[in-house]
């Protein structure tokens, strides 16, 4: 079962303006993390947050998440053409099976 | 530092086949994970391994699914025999413990036919 859910499924906009992409997920977790996949290849881990922080940045990237209502939100500012891709949000439970659960993505499309 | 190495990259097998992939993780990572990637959906967990022992496979269809990790490095996932829904790209990931991130490998998109 998936435990993480997009939203939005898709998102066009254009190069230069910010992307925000929201998580919702239903268990605790131990942390949530991003990932990016481009056609046809594997997932590139973006970022990782942890249960006990409230927001993170990496470059471009600012994650942030809200347990109270079991939400995450990934905003890339100043999107290029590159950021094309799926993203995807995936929950760890921790603990021993704590193999991560992904929702199913949501698709970005930079238009240049 | 390597990658998470995969292969074949592509396989096209007829249903009722027999399948195997093959998955290097990085070096010095004790947890392996296999993951199906159904086109248009989110990566699924099919088992994971803490060095040589399984962890979680309570997802992998074990009647036609196997996986074996020896030696506590590499991994093969085993498919027999085929059904034409197991069409997807199968990933292989590592870890040096959940509080990390994954690096995945490329992936071999398997087409059964």
């Known amino acids: 079962s998936q435990q993480g859910e997009e939203d939005p499924q898709a998102l066009s906009i254009q190069e230069g303006e910010n992307a925000t992409m929201n998580c919702s997920y239903k268990t605790s977790i131990n942390n949530l993390q991003w990932y990016r996949q481009n056609s046809g290849r594997g997932l590139v881990h973006l970022i990782l947050i942890r249960s006990n922080e409230r927001e993170k940045h990496s470059g471009r990237l600012r994650v942030t998440l809200d347990t109270s209502k079991k939400s995450s939100s990934l905003l890339i500012t100043a999107s290029r053409a590159a950021d094309t891709a799926s993203y995807f949000c995936a929950t760890a439970l921790g603990g021993g099976a704590d193999g991560l659960t992904f929702g199913k993505g949501t698709h970005l499309i930079i238009q240049p | 530092e390597a990658g998470v190495a995969q292969s074949p990259r592509y396989k096209i097998i007829e249903k009722r086949q027999s399948v195997a992939f093959w998955c290097n993780p990085i070096?010095?990572?004790?947890?392996l994970y296999w993951y199906q990637q159904i086109l248009g959906q989110g990566p699924k967990l099919l088992i994971q391994?803490?060095?040589?022992?399984?962890?979680?496979d309570s997802q992998l269809p074990k009647d036609r699914f196997s996986a074996e990790r020896l030696k506590g490095v590499d991994s093969t996932l085993k498919i027999q025999p085929a059904k034409l829904e197991d069409s997807a790209v199968y990933l292989c990931a590592s870890s040096p413990t959940y509080q990390y991130g994954y690096t995945f490998g490329s992936g071999t998109r398997l087409t059964v036919v």
């Open positions: 391994f803490q060095n040589n022992g399984v962890v979680d």
């Open positions: 070096s010095g990572h004790a947890t």
